[in-house]
């Protein structure tokens, strides 16, 4: 993912400050490795606890699901 590229995340919940929040949160920083993916599609492929689902080549559209595990 080039500095210039930004990923929207839309959502039907309400937003909430993440230090009211009681989920955890990961960062995924695709500078680390700059070289292994194509796009920032490929990079989340890499979490399990995402489903993505491209509806564009490129992974300019997609739909993203987040996967409950009950720990």
């Known amino acids: 993912m080039k500095a210039s590229d930004a990923v929207t995340v839309t ?3 309400p937003p909430i400050p993440l230090s ?3 989920r955890s949160v990961v960062t995924m920083d695709t500078r680390e ?3 292994l993916y194509n796009n920032v599609t ?3 492929r890499q979490d399990t606890s995402l489903n993505l689902q491209s509806r564009a ?3 300019v ?3 993203l699901s987040i996967l409950r595990y009950d720990v």
């Open 57 to 59: 080549a490129n992974g």
């Open 42 to 44: 490929d990079y989340m």
């Open 61 to 63: 559209q997609a739909d």
């Open 33 to 35: 490795q700059p070289l």
């Open 11 to 13: 959502t039907s919940i």
């Open 20 to 22: 009211e929040s009681n």
